[in-house]
């Protein structure tokens, strides 16, 4: 029987722990009595995936079998989650591939000849022919690239359809293919609770029209967790417009899980508790970090990002979107909820370099605090590991240069709008419309691999809640200036950074280090 998460007080026999600081890792000694929250361990993969996938088309929540959809001269629009997911990416063959190819030979077998497959890219970057290819397989492809198979692009002013309105006003524009189509495909990697639903069409196919009114200060504000679909204004949108879809569109969806296997074997011991290392992964850790440490910061980078995750898939449910999503939570409840007792006074959280996601690194200060204070959201029922503005220490370099040079709006967000100010509310209302309407920035989200103009307010904004309930970000080992640009503060060691929070929480604080990745959520009683 797989292990379940657990909290561990640190005493004195508890060994340094393992701390993820971006393209690297440490080991450090924590004050007694803090808790550790471990994830559970990674449950059992299935088996038989082929079967898994059948057995869910075939016999679909809340809908007629895949089969049945199907028939001579229909349209069909395959749509699936980005590069974003999973984090890192999985061995291949990708569980997407898996899905599409059986999708495929069921279409193909009823004569329908009329089929589109679309990444739902939303406002992200566009995926790269390769990253393509290695998500959906050779042979889909070789059969489908480019003409059959492409990017979202939504600031296609011909590609693009204004569906409804909901109750509440929120426009719902999304792909042209997938709205004149006679069934919707969309097939899913749900890496976390955040993911999947309603969330899936409306967003991965969305345009800003569209977008802007959830992904937004107001909303996000009122989103207690953004794991917690309940408590989560942003999926509540999301929802709506889902519905209203729903009345003008048959969509099929099929929503995959995995399991915590989020490390390869020659990275194994950053699966495993630390008192449970072996000599072997204790000399395997030693060589990693010195490797690391002695490595120049491009091939750091270049050996992380040929990370793949030997993740199991825990699971495959297709059909009516909501009746699909209600099991998948049920999966990942399963493998990733922790039960802590009560909220700490100070919470710490290293950050690891994750995915390929922002094409050459996430070496990127926005996209760094973005998944920091995100870290802050990790929750099942919406209350926080720390109490109302408590400290949250993160580890992670945060450097002042930018590492790609596909994305000159975060550039330039960085360089002018957080210069003048932090306040999520005040960039959104002088800058947001500029930067989502700019006519270059349009231009290289449509033709180069840059995220659309509006997509580094959106990373900012994500953390708006965070900024509002904490109060104080120190980051250890962090560039100074970089870090100021953002609003928080930095501190050379994590000595020096408890000492910073002694300052609003006193000498002797409760302290929790959530102890991730492989990722998890805390259920804080």
């Not at 290695?134 to 693009?160: K, Q, T, Y």
């Not at 802007?212 to 207690?224: E, I």
């Not at 072996?278 to 010195?290: E, G, H, N, Y």
């Amino acid at each position: 029987m797989t292990r379940p998460g657990f909290v561990l007080d640190v005493d004195e026999r508890t060994p340094p722990l393992l701390v993820h600081e971006g393209e690297g890792f440490r080991l450090q000694r924590f004050p007694l009595g803090t808790q550790v929250v471990y994830p559970p361990d990674p449950l059992p993969g299935i088996r038989d995936v082929p079967g898994a996938i059948r057995e869910a088309l075939l016999h679909p929540q809340g809908s007629e079998p895949l089969p049945e959809l199907l028939h001579p001269g229909m349209r069909l629009t395959i749509a699936f989650d980005d590069i974003s997911l999973p984090l890192p990416p999985m061995v291949q063959p990708d569980i997407r591939q898996r899905v599409i190819e059986q999708v495929l030979e069921m279409a193909a077998r009823k004569g329908v000849e009329d089929v589109k497959i679309v990444v739902a890219n939303s406002l992200h970057r566009r995926m790269t022919p390769s990253e393509i290819k290695r998500a959906v397989g050779e042979r889909v492809f070789r059969s489908f690239w480019p003409g059959d198979l492409s990017n979202h692009d939504a600031e296609d002013p011909n590609g693009l359809t204004h569906v409804g309105v909901t109750d509440r006003g929120e426009d719902v524009e999304i792909s042209r293919r997938a709205a004149e189509s006679d069934l919707l495909v969309y097939v899913n990697i749900n890496l976390v609770a955040m993911d999947g639903g309603h969330k899936s069409v409306p967003v991965g196919l969305g345009s800003y029209r569209s977008l802007k009114h959830h992904h937004n200060v107001h909303t996000m504000l009122n989103s207690r967790s953004y794991m917690d679909p309940p408590s989560s204004a942003l999926h509540g949108s999301a929802a709506r417009m889902g519905r209203l879809l729903a009345d003008h569109l048959k969509v099929f969806t099929v929503e995959t899980t995995l399991n915590g296997e989020t490390f390869p074997s020659r990275f194994g011991f950053l699966n495993k508790r630390e008192w449970e290392w072996s000599v072997k992964d204790q000399a395997m850790f030693l060589a990693a970090k010195r490797a690391n440490d002695r490595a120049p910061s491009g091939i750091r980078r270049e050996i992380f990002r040929r990370i793949e995750a030997p993740y199991g898939v825990t699971g495959v449910n297709a059909g009516e979107t909501e009746a699909v999503h209600e099991r998948t939570l049920e999966n990942l409840h399963r493998q990733q909820v922790v039960e802590v007792n009560g909220q700490a006074d100070v919470l710490v959280v290293g950050l690891p370099y994750i995915c390929p996601y922002n094409v050459n690194s996430i070496m990127n200060p926005i996209l760094v605090q973005c998944l920091g204070l995100g870290y802050f959201f990790n929750l099942y029922r919406g209350k926080p590991l720390v109490r109302p503005g408590g400290p949250m220490i993160l580890f992670h370099p945060v450097p002042w240069e930018f590492h790609q040079v596909h994305h000159p709006s975060y550039v330039d967000f960085f360089d002018e709008v957080l210069a003048e100010t932090t306040d999520p509310s005040a960039l959104e209302a002088k800058y947001e419309q500029q930067y989502a309407t700019d006519p270059w920035y349009v231009h290289l989200y449509r033709n180069s691999y840059a995220y659309h103009g509006v997509h580094p307010f959106y990373m900012w904004y994500w953390g708006a809640h965070a900024m509002d309930y904490l109060g104080d970000v120190i980051f250890v080992g962090a560039d100074r200036k970089a870090v100021s640009r953002m609003g928080f503060r930095t501190a050379s060691t994590f000595a020096d950074a408890m000492e910073m929070a002694s300052e609003t929480v006193g000498g002797s604080p409760r302290t929790t280090y959530f102890h991730a990745p492989p990722i998890m959520l805390a259920d804080v009683r």
